[in-house]
């Protein structure tokens, strides 16, 4: 099992000599600079979070893997049993132009849901963008302020602190805040997590804080 202090070259090289990889086959199959993959293990350079999911779809795991194993996993001997929680303010925290997402729950890998919890920060679909899907369904629960989710199909929806809603993610969505503090919700998906997060770092410029 990962160290729970385990950084990200700590990882890697795990991965890498379990398998019995050389820095020049993982460059191959990942696309990344041997130079880059060797800073990275000796914890000389970090990558950004397009390059993680680079990294991850190159070595074919899930990026949870490469978050690493954190303080609350529980491994049991079969796939029934498994739990894992997070602690206040703990978490996997990315920051993008239009929200700031905190993946919570990150050690278990495969998981049928990816709970998030999101401040949205656009204020109008312009300083938004193209509206984002992906495959799956997606429910969210506004915590705090006031927000208007916006689709391609429907009109424009308000909800207000202690509403909720669930809707296709194959359709464009996006959401805006409206009160006078940015709208905190907890966001739960059907998608699977490499590729939510792969679309998330297609769509928008993206920054990834341990």
């Not at 970090?46 to 899930?62: F, S």
Request: aromatic letters at 8%; one cysteine or more.
């Amino acid at each position: 099992m990962t160290d729970a202090k385990s950084s990200l070259g700590d990882i890697l090289k795990e991965i890498r000599n379990r398998n019995r990889w050389t820095l020049a086959e993982v460059s191959s199959m990942t696309g990344l600079a041997v130079s880059t993959l060797s800073k990275v293990e000796n914890n000389q350079m970090q990558l950004t979070y397009d390059r993680l999911i680079q990294l991850a779809q190159g070595l074919k795991v899930d990026i949870v893997e490469l978050f690493g194993t954190m303080a609350g996993a529980e491994e049991a001997p079969n796939m029934l049993g498994r739990r894992t929680y997070t602690k206040s303010g703990d978490g996997r925290a990315i920051i993008t132009q239009n929200y700031d997402y905190l993946y919570v729950c990150t050690e278990i890998s495969k998981k049928s849901m990816v709970p998030i919890v999101a401040v949205a920060r656009a204020r109008t679909l312009e300083e938004f963008g193209p509206l984002i899907r992906h495959k799956g369904e997606e429910f969210f629960y506004v915590l705090e302020g006031e927000l208007e989710l916006h689709t391609e199909i429907y009109a424009p929806l308000r909800l207000k602190k202690g509403d909720s809603c669930y809707f296709d993610a194959i359709m464009g969505h996006a959401y805006l805040s409206v009160s006078e503090e940015p709208a905190h919700i907890l966001c739960v998906c059907s998608t699977p997590e490499t590729e939510l997060v792969s679309t998330l770092a297609n769509a928008q410029t993206v920054k990834l804080k341990s």
